[in-house]
């Protein structure tokens, strides 16, 4: 849409929520293809007809250029809206047909290679923070370059909130010694990032699934731009355990945030961080896997499936319903950022914390004023590919799943 006519909606906003027949102007945009299944149920979902109105202005002007036209159309094919067009058009003559800026182009270093396996990450703040002024020069640099219309609304401050469930003690599988370092990370990561943060010790699988359950159904979300979950855990391909060694499906738990069951986040990103094995194929050394299996007396090189694991737990057919194909729910906005690829081992380490999540911290805190989710999560890849590697030179590459319709931006302050 074009700026004189989102300035248009923005003038007349209050007139526009006090009469706006919402219901039946979305069924029009929706028939003239302006708006999504998805925008349609977002309007549709509202309690109130303000509360519809709001909502179809919000949607409106990430529609596309011809979105005005339609609406404008869709007002005066709609009994008792042709005032509305009306006013509109009175007022189209005000707003400038082009509009011009002065920003400062940001001259961001590249980030330093590290060949000798420090991980530290002050030289990569401080190349950035040397460059970057203010949040609000960042995102006019960026949005200079990036079209709205593929860019998720993140103007609410803070963004939402974001959930971390941190299982550490378990009653039959290792402890997960450096998960609690992780936990304090990713909550300094995302109170930097503007989101509020809950955070869960030691649940159960029933405590688990009942804590994403509520997270998802929340008020919360109502007002939010986005939410985040991060889950760090043992696991298997497709499972995480709770710790009373209950295995949970992380596709069940991802369903509960689909457009059917999470209304306030549909449209909205959705961002989950998975800290857990996918497998059972590991090394022992100084570093801790993720796996949950207690190293052999003999301290050689295990390999084992998961199928074999779960025969030799489960000797009986109970084995064979545990290992299921991973699938995600088939649902748009959101990204699954797995530690691991399927079928391998998620390594930590007992005194600096997973592999994952420290490369997620120091590429988010370095990188999140000037680059969307998605390329920060490819320089993680790059980062726990090339700078970690286990006692037994071991490698891991982390597995992010998208399914993102847009660009996610933090813009945190500076």
């Known amino acids: 849409m074009e700026k004189r006519h989102k300035n248009l909606l923005r003038r007349n906003r209050l007139a526009l929520v006090r009469d706006l027949e919402a219901i039946r102007l979305s069924n029009h945009l929706f028939q003239e293809e302006i708006f999504s299944e998805n925008d349609l149920d977002s309007v549709k979902v509202e309690r109130t007809r303000t509360s519809q109105a709001e909502m179809l202005l919000d949607i409106l002007p990430r529609r596309g250029p011809k979105a005005f036209d339609v609406f404008c159309r869709a007002l005066e094919d709609t009994d008792g809206q042709g005032h509305l067009v009306g006013l509109l058009r009175a007022n189209e003559s005000v707003s400038s047909g082009t509009v011009t800026s002065t920003t400062t182009r940001l001259n961001v270093n590249p980030p330093l290679e590290l060949n000798d396996g420090d991980n530290s990450t002050s030289q990569h703040i401080a190349a950035v923070n040397a460059n970057v002024t203010t949040s609000s020069q960042a995102k006019k640099n960026t949005l200079q370059h990036t079209d709205e219309d593929f860019l998720y609304p993140m103007n609410n401050k803070p963004h939402g909130w974001c959930l971390i469930i941190n299982n550490v003690d378990f009653e039959n599988l290792n402890r997960r010694g450096g998960s609690d370092l992780d936990a304090d990370r990713l909550k300094e990561l995302f109170t930097k990032l503007q989101y509020n943060i809950k955070m869960c010790r030691n649940q159960t699988a029933k405590q688990l699934k009942d804590a994403l359950c509520q997270f998802a159904k929340t008020n919360d979300h109502k007002a939010a731009d986005s939410t985040v979950v991060c889950l760090l855990s043992h696991g298997l391909e497709g499972q995480i355990y709770g710790v009373d060694g209950v295995l949970v499906s992380i596709p069940d738990l991802l369903a509960l945030f689909n457009g059917y069951m999470a209304t306030d986040l549909i449209g909205k990103p959705k961002l989950f961080f998975i800290q857990a094995c996918r497998g059972s194929d590991f090394d022992h050394g100084a570093d801790v896997t993720d796996g949950g299996h207690s ?89 726990v590919a090339r700078e970690f590697e286990s006692f037994n030179r071991k490698k891991q590459i982390p597995a992010p799943v998208v399914m993102l319709t847009k660009k996610v931006f933090f813009f945190p302050p500076s």
């Open 295 to 383: 190293k052999s007396a003999e301290g050689y090189h295990v390999t084992r499936t998961t199928a074999k694991l779960l025969t030799a737990a489960f000797p009986s057919d109970e084995a064979e319903k545990f290992v299921e194909p991973e699938t995600l729910p088939a649902e748009a906005d959101m990204v699954v950022a797995y530690s691991t690829v399927p079928g391998y081992v998620s390594w930590s380490n007992l005194q600096k914390g997973s592999w994952f999540i420290q490369a997620l911290f120091d590429v988010f805190s370095a990188h999140a004023h000037t680059e969307d989710v998605v390329s920060m999560l490819i320089r993680v890849n790059g980062k």
